[in-house]
């Protein structure tokens, strides 16, 4: 007769099974994330433990919303916040939550459960967990072009991360220096995307660079370099197809068509507005017209 799984050995096999998955979610590979985090959950089940449950379900969820799986995944998510009395349980609902809806562009629902997760964060007295939770209010306040606002929130986060988290450290730098950029102060944000991104070249996925490097050449696009703007935006475009994230080769094709327009080639910019048009704003034909005509440089937030 088989032996019976003991319910620390399910435990054992579950934090496996999710730490694959979070391998995977760090490299931005999605769909295989939520293959092993959904294995994770079965697992999970199997414990008997309501908190590994409600962590198990939390990495699922994210996963699935992100990947558009249908399901009821936010009011579970939300239930779960509410019903929790576990504070690291709370923490990491209302932390995937502001995620979530970062994602779907509803800033204002990101930063509410980005300030809820800080505020667990800070009741377990765990630095790092501060440090994402500024990050991901940062990232809100961005998106809702409150730049001097979220500088802040990227400072606070890069003071409570140590030394050891460098790749962690380089992204909230990357962070920081787009909220320096969009307030004039371009020489400081250039800087810091360089040192940023010789950590993520060497230690960082795709995933984790295609954000800065589209910020690097946006910036360069605003020091009058658009022959070095484009190769960061290529660069960028590249890993946005590989990793099927529309807003950044939607911003990519902005920046290349913008660079191209900087430098004489009206051709080669009409050529990327028109891939842009066909690709993503197909009943649109005027769109290509309409950016030509425009100072992208004045208009374009990156984050929203």
């Excluded at 099974?17 to 199997?46: N, P, S, V």
């Excluded at 929790?84 to 459960?113: H, M």
């Excluded at 944000?189 to 910020?215: K, Q, T």
Aim: net charge negative.
């Amino acid at each position: 007769m088989a032996k019976t799984a003991n319910p620390s050995e399910w435990t054992v096999e579950y934090e496996r099974l999710r730490d694959l998955g979070t391998e995977k979610l760090e490299a931005g590979h999605f769909a295989e994330a939520l293959e092993w985090f959904e294995a994770a959950f079965q697992i999970a089940e199997k414990t008997g433990d309501r908190n590994t449950i409600d962590l198990a379900f939390c990495n699922r969820a994210v996963m699935s919303v992100m990947l558009k799986k249908t399901g009821d995944w936010i009011p579970r998510l939300q239930e779960i916040l509410l019903r929790s009395s576990e504070a690291r349980v709370a923490r990491f609902c209302a932390y995937n939550l502001a995620l979530i809806y970062d994602g779907e562009k509803s800033f204002k629902k990101s930063l509410f459960y980005g300030r809820i997760a800080l505020r667990y964060s800070v009741e377990m007295a765990n630095a790092e967990l501060q440090a994402s939770a500024h990050d991901a209010i940062g990232n809100a306040l961005l998106a809702m072009n409150d730049f001097q606002a979220a500088g802040s929130e990227f400072e606070k986060s890069m003071e409570l991360l140590p030394d050891s988290s460098a790749t962690k450290r380089a992204v909230v730098e990357a962070n920081l220096a787009y909220s320096l950029l969009m307030r004039d102060h371009t020489d400081a944000a250039v800087s810091l995307l360089y040192r940023s991104l010789r950590h993520l070249r060497r230690h960082g996925s795709a995933y984790l660079r295609m954000g800065p490097e589209l910020s690097l050449s946006f910036a360069l696009l605003l020091v009058n370099k658009p022959a070095k703007a484009i190769d960061h935006a290529l660069i960028a475009l590249e890993a946005g197809e590989e990793l099927d994230s529309a807003d950044t080769v939607k911003n990519a094709l902005l920046i290349i068509g913008e660079a191209y327009k900087r430098a004489g080639d009206s051709p080669a910019a009409r050529r990327c507005f028109d891939v842009l048009q066909e690709t993503y704003y197909p009943d649109k034909p005027e769109v290509p017209a309409m950016l030509l005509g425009l100072d992208l440089c004045k208009v374009i937030n990156l984050r929203a």
